[in-house]
């Protein structure tokens, strides 16, 4: 079948599958606001729901139900008066799927979070429909999605009540990769080099619907002014409106992200719970674990630290753009980025800004490397005596006894090894070794924009990576 979808392989063979299976299906489709679920599913069910429906967003139990009855009765043709409650709604459901003739009913209840109002007991007709009739039958397919993930998190996924153990498949909807952007900029007819399209990740991520804003003719610079800086640009507010929509008690998560924004290489716990002002226990944990549910952070140790040491990293390159650049709002120029380049502020985001862009294509990194089926670990390391300061921005520590040391530089040019920078690579080199005592093989590699001049100095360096590597 012939799409408008870029990408998305894994999760059009998921559904896929799912649509030829001879059972019923039960599948939650999640991830963060603006990210393609609903264009996803549309797209590959174009045509063929039994029936669709969207929550209302901020309406109460009465306007969910009447919302629902509308849908039914417009979708069947009939006119069944408007149910009392859900219970009511979803029997109504049943009885007119029963007389339809498909050999596959494909039902998509769009923002499902919306309909569970307060004391509505949404979720327990929705058990109670499922458990009772649809998965005693072999073709329903029950597709439900929303951009509120700690509610599917918590009440679909680890559901410990009636739906525990009742979804046959989630399919957690990840922002595009750089790949997946190249091929979306050609679809658009916008054309972009690679560092381009590198410069967009770095601020905005891989998310379809930021890409979209983007204008042809002009230069990233000026895209990003408008999008950012301009007066009423359009991704201004999104910010406050992408936690919102994610999470219940959006100003908790915020409080947590904005803390893991102050340190780059990450905080531990109890530095987390010191600079966001929310205390240990339950309450932490679960918004660290939707967080983390949700890629905006990741949990890693430091190379050979204990689990009580692990690290929580904010790695989402929008949320990082936003407390560097506007949440503090202190910049009133509309041509902000464009009169930033070249400046040190620029430079210094944009070199952190592209070692946290290696860090979401760490799969594409090992398969330059041919390590894509060795088993591996991913950290970061600091010294803690060596002078001057040591600090590796990726070990990966490998199973075959290597570990790859990948330092990673941000360039508008093939980058320069000097004597000194040599100098510095050996140190970090020996601080690692004789800190940690590996006994393993420790290889140098560079990630760089356009690679490394070859010169006297270079040779030092195992294997070079470029830009394009992250493209694979």
Known sequence: MESNIIGRE???????????????????????????????IREMFAGRFAFEISGLANAKTKSQLLNFTLTLNKQS????????????????????????????KILFF????????????????????WNAWASARKDIVLIVCGSATSWIINNLINNHGGLHNRLTSTIF?????????????????????????????????????????IKKGLSVAQ????????AKSELRN?????????FRKSDDYIKVVEALSKKGKGLNRNEIESLSKISGGGSLTKILQNLEYCDFIRKYNEFDKKKRDRLYQLIDPFTLFYFKFIAKNEY??????????DTPLHN???????????LLHIQEIKKALGISGIQSTVSAWRSAKASPAAQIDLAINRKDGIINLLEIKFADKPFVITKNYEDNLRNKIFAFKEETGTKKACHLLMLTTFGIKQNSYSGMVQKELTIDNLFS
């Open 10 to 40: 894994l999760e059009k063979n998921i559904l896929e599958e799912i649509s030829g299976s001879e059972k019923s299906e039960f599948v939650a489709v999640y991830g963060r606001r603006r990210v393609g679920k609903t264009f996803l």
């Open 77 to 104: 043709g009939e006119n069944v008066k408007p149910a009392e409650n859900w219970l009511e709604a979803f029997a109504q459901l049943a009885d007119f799927l029963e007389r339809r003739t498909e050999k596959r």
């Open 110 to 129: 769009d923002e499902i979070p919306w309909m569970d109002t307060p004391r509505s007991d949404f979720l327990a007709a929705l058990e109670h429909f």
């Open 173 to 213: 909807l990840k922002p595009f990769t750089l790949l997946e952007c190249e091929h979306y900029f050609k679809a658009q007819k916008i054309s972009t080099s690679r560092m381009q399209i590198a410069e967009y990740y770095m601020i905005m991520g891989g998310v379809p619907f930021y890409l979209s804003n």
């Open 223 to 230: 895209n990003i002014d408008r999008l950012f800086f301009a």
């Open 238 to 246: 999104e910010f406050s409106n992408l936690y919102a929509a994610l």
């Open 332 to 341: 009133n120029d509309e041509h902000f980025w464009t009169n930033s380049l």
């Open 348 to 358: 210094t985001w944009a070199g952190f800004a592209f070692e946290m862009l290696a």
